[in-house]
């Protein structure tokens, strides 16, 4: 996938809005793989339900959205599952991990998928986020710092043309932010990939290509 277009995109729950200035909403928009983009945002403009448009989550938008060309509203299942393994990645705002399960095992549940990371990558990534000795330890009795690692070492366990990150170091230092900002570009540079970054105030600090007000 080159790019990600949105022409005149918009949330069905502001259509009928006039009020709203954006650099996303009601515009032409283009994500180019391999460049950088923040999405800045204030609470209740659209953040999470614009990832979610990307992924494929959920429709209720006027506009169309494009990968190179081909509009997503017409993807059928298979298709998103083909997009979904190998050409999108994404870290939730809510992270959805399994509670019930170790950090690894939500790691490798995935990875059992893509057989995209050896389990020595994995368990190295571990160690560079400062959770390596969390590895067999409850989601659910971590923090939600050292769960949003998890959750971006689980979303490196795939290929991709673009990662989409929502809220990526919320709950995190800026030790913590810089080394998981670090491994993301490491990351998307040896792919090749494009970066979509979302914020309602903190975010990675990286050279954006461009930065968007939602």
């Not at 994995?122 to 000795?133: K, Y």
Request: glycine letters at 6%.
């Amino acid at each position: 996938m080159k790019e990600i277009r949105l022409n005149s995109v918009v949330p069905e729950i502001f259509a009928n809005r006039n009020d709203i200035v954006s650099d996303v909403w009601h515009t032409d928009v283009v994500f180019e793989r391999g460049k950088h983009y923040l999405v800045e945002a204030s609470s209740g403009t659209g953040k999470s339900s614009l990832c979610s448009y990307l992924y494929g989550q959920r429709g209720d938008y006027r506009g169309v959205i494009s990968f190179d060309k081909e509009v997503i509203s017409k993807l059928n299942i298979n298709q998103w599952c083909n997009i979904r393994q190998e050409a999108l990645s994404i870290l939730f705002q809510d992270l959805r991990l399994f509670g019930e399960l170790t950090a690894l095992e939500n790691v490798t549940i995935k990875n059992r998928i893509t057989h995209h990371r050896s389990e020595k990558q994995i368990v190295a990534w571990f160690e560079e986020l400062g959770i390596g000795d969390k590895l067999n330890a409850r989601i659910d009795r971590m923090s939600y710092g050292q769960q949003q690692r998890v959750a971006l070492i689980r979303a490196l366990c795939q290929p991709f043309d673009f990662i989409i990150l929502d809220e990526p170091i919320s709950h995190l230092d800026d030790k913590n932010s810089d080394i998981m900002r670090d491994i993301v570009l490491r990351e998307a540079n040896s792919l090749g990939a494009g970066i979509i970054a979302t914020s309602i105030g903190k975010h990675m600090n990286m050279d954006y290509d461009k930065i968007l007000r939602l």
